[in-house]
């Protein structure tokens, strides 16, 4: 089970941390994402990390300014938000998969959290 929060609302500019908390014993094996869905749009990816979090991808629309993490210790993973612009805007979900390597489409996870709302004002 994942547990998204950390949305709100800000300021163009302006910076968010999300978190998302996994529930059960096998976090530190798992591939996690992070995926946003602005409305009326598809769900895009925007972050992955690899189970140890020594490697991560990142769309080309975040680079440099999103920085994902995790806490294995804690079952969490992070997505630090800098920079945001009103393009940004949508519901935030974080997903778990037990597939290796750069999982960037929302179809290779199996686990996803209930998304958290982020607003981004111009």
Known sequence: QLQA???GLVQAGGSLRLSCA???RTFGSLV???FRQAPGQ???FVASI???GGTTYYADSVKGRFTISRNNAKNTVYLQMNSLEPEDTGVYYCAATGLIGPRIRDE???SWGQGTLVTVSS
């Open 5 to 7: 929060s950390g949305g």
């Open 22 to 24: 996994f529930t059960g």
């Open 32 to 34: 996690m994402g992070w």
């Open 42 to 44: 598809k769900r895009d």
């Open 50 to 52: 690899s189970a140890s």
């Open 108 to 110: 290779e996870y199996n």
